[in-house]
């Protein structure tokens, strides 16, 4: 079955640098991968997707690539902002039938002011 | 917010108590999931609801039982429960099981004494 690696686990950065986050994943027939931002006190929230027929996607500050020869997809944000402080986690899946989203450990971000 | 509301937001139960976890979604959706997230592990799939019929089973214990009366409500019976079920119990819903994008409830943090 599909395995979903995230690093780093944690990921301090000062408001205004940019912030990556990785992910590998092993099921190379998995062609869906979202990522979710999670605040304290809520469940996670999609910010942004990507589907394997584009290599990359972008959203104002927000900005998902995706190599599926080497089976990884990164999440950056530029500018970042306090605000941007929240876990985060990549996911995937096949985009066909029912497939379960097999989910990253998580990324806690810290942007300090 | 995201459409999806879980009660209690927090609930504390000892090991012999019986109680009720409840998602209700207000967005149309013919899917409902139930995950646990503990710490420092990912997300975990319990159970996949598809109108109102379970399609996913995910080796849970029989401890936890789903119930799904209708595609707006699902429900997790909660019986005999040990200390290492303590974790956050999340609901999310989308538009039916073939569609990836899910939306997640806030969800409810679980302690077993």
């Known amino acids: 079955g599909e395995n979903v690696e995230q690093h780093p686990s944690t990921l301090s950065v000062q408001e205004g640098d940019s912030a990556v986050i990785k992910c590998t994943y092993s099921?190379?027939?998995?062609?869906?991968f979202p990522w979710y931002k999670q605040e304290l006190g809520k469940g996670p929230q999609l910010i942004i997707d990507?589907?394997?027929?584009?290599g990359e996607k972008k959203d104002q500050r927000i900005a998902v690539t995706l190599n599926k020869t080497a089976k990884h997809f990164s999440l950056h944000i530029t500018e970042t902002q306090p605000e941007d402080s929240a876990v985060y986690f990549c996911?995937?899946?096949?985009?066909?039938?029912?497939?379960?989203?097999?989910f990253g450990t998580g990324t806690r971000l810290l942007v300090s002011p | 917010e995201t459409g999806v509301t879980q009660t209690p937001r927090h609930l504390v139960m000892g090991m012999t108590n019986k109680k009720s976890l409840k998602c209700e979604q207000h967005l149309g959706h013919n899917a409902m999931y139930w995950y646990k997230q503990s710490a420092k592990k990912p997300l975990e799939l319990m159970f996949v609801?598809?109108?109102?019929?379970?399609?996913e089973n995910n080796s849970v214990p029989s401890r936890f039982s789903p119930e799904c009366p209708n595609s707006s409500h699902l429900f997790l019976h909660l019986h005999t429960l040990q200390p290492e079920d303590s974790a956050l119990y999340l609901c999310?819903?989308?538009?039916?099981?073939?569609?990836?994008?899910?939306?997640f409830g806030p969800g409810t943090r679980l302690l077993v004494l």
């Open positions: 990507i589907r394997s027929n584009v």
């Open positions: 996911a995937a899946s096949r985009d066909t039938g029912f497939q379960k989203l097999v």
């Open positions: 999310a819903s989308s538009q039916d099981v073939g569609k990836k994008t899910q939306y």
């Open positions: 609801y598809s109108l109102e019929e379970r399609v």
């Open positions: 099921d190379s027939a998995s062609n869906y």
